[in-house]
C-alpha cells in the first residue's frame, strides 16, 4: 500500500486533475483488471478534488482529521468507485505548532492498511498542509504544466521532500509528469526534454504528458470519472499509461527488495 501525495508549489499546473485521474484510474475495473480499493484525501481548501469525485462538502472531511475526528467517521462514499474524506474552507485556519505536521500521518495509522491506494490532492502552496501530506505520504507525484517556471517549480517541491525524508524516510519520488500538453510546438517539445532532463539529474522517474483536451474539464464539471466519461480520449490514455507505470514501477521496487 502507498500513499501517493500529488504537490507542487505552484497553481495550474493540473495538480487536482492528476489527483483525480490517478484515483479514478485505481478504482475503473478496465484500468486495473480488478478494483483497487481506494482513498482520496483533498486537504485544499478550495475542495476542487471533492467536487471532482463528487463527495459533499458540507459534511465533515479533512479540517476535522487534522483536527483529530477519527477517520472512519469522516470517509464518504464517491458513486466513481472510491472513498473520499472532502476538503472545506476550514483548512484555510489550520495552523502550525510543534509536531503539528504528523497529524495527517497519526490520522491515517489506524484505516491505511484497509486500502490498496491513498491520493493526497494539497495545496499549491507550501504550508501546514502541504507539509502534513509530504510527512504522511510514501510517494511524491509531480505534476507541472508546459511553461517556462516548470524546472523552478520542481526544484522546490524536490527540496521540500528532501527535508521531510528526514522524519520521513519512506518518502520516495514517483515521478514528475507534464499535464496539458501540446506536442505540436517546438516550444513545448524543449521544455519537455528539459523537464525530464532534469528530473533525470535528480534521479526522479519521467511518468508521461497528458495531453490537452476538453475532456478533462467536462469530466469534472459532470462529476463522472474520466475512465466513464471519454475513456478513448487522450487524457484518459495518458494518464491510464501513467498509471501503469506507477504500478510497474512499485512492481520492480518489490522484486528488488
Do not use: C
Not at 122 to 143: F, H, K, M, S, V
Not at 217 to 225: F, N
Not at 249 to 256: G, H, I, N, T, V
Request: charged share 20%; proline share 6%; glycine share 6%.
Amino acid at each position: 500500500m502507498n500513499i501517493y501525495a500529488i504537490a507542487v508549489q505552484k497553481g495550474g499546473t493540473g495538480k487536482t486533475t492528476t489527483a483525480a485521474a490517478i484515483a479514478q484510474a485505481a478504482a475503473h475495473k478496465e484500468t486495473t483488471r480488478k478494483r483497487l480499493r481506494v482513498l482520496a484525501i483533498d486537504l485544499d481548501p478550495q475542495g476542487n478534488l471533492s467536487f471532482a469525485l463528487a463527495a459533499d462538502t458540507n459534511k465533515p472531511g479533512s479540517f476535522e482529521l487534522l483536527e483529530g475526528t477519527p477517520a472512519r467517521y469522516l470517509i464518504q462514499k464517491s458513486p466513481q468507485g472510491m472513498d473520499v474524506i472532502p476538503a472545506s474552507w476550514s483548512l484555510s485556519t489550520i495552523t502550525s505548532a510543534p509536531g503539528s505536521a504528523r497529524r495527517l500521518q497519526k490520522a491515517l495509522e489506524p484505516i491505511k492498511d484497509d486500502y490498496d491506494i491513498i491520493i493526497i490532492d494539497t495545496p499549491p502552496t507550501a504550508g501546514e498542509l502541504q507539509y502534513n501530506a509530504l510527512q504522511a505520504a510514501t510517494r511524491l507525484i509531480i505534476p507541472l504544466e508546459t511553461d517556462a517556471y516548470n524546472l523552478q517549480s520542481l526544484q522546490q517541491i524536490t527540496a521540500a521532500a528532501r527535508q521531510f525524508q528526514k522524519s520521513n524516510p519512506d518518502l520516495l519520488p514517483a515521478g514528475v509528469l507534464l499535464t496539458k500538453y501540446d506536442g505540436r510546438a517546438t516550444i513545448n517539445k524543449q521544455l519537455r526534454q528539459a523537464v525530464e532532463n532534469a528530473a533525470g539529474r535528480a534521479g526522479i522517474p519521467f511518468l508521461g504528458a497528458v495531453r490537452k483536451s476538453v475532456a478533462v474539464q467536462e469530466a469534472a464539471a459532470l462529476q463522472v470519472s474520466l475512465f466513464d466519461y471519454a475513456p478513448r480520449s487522450n487524457p484518459a490514455a495518458d494518464y491510464r499509461q501513467i498509471f501503469k507505470n506507477l504500478m510497474k514501477q512499485e512492481k520492480s521496487r518489490k522484486q528488488e527488495g
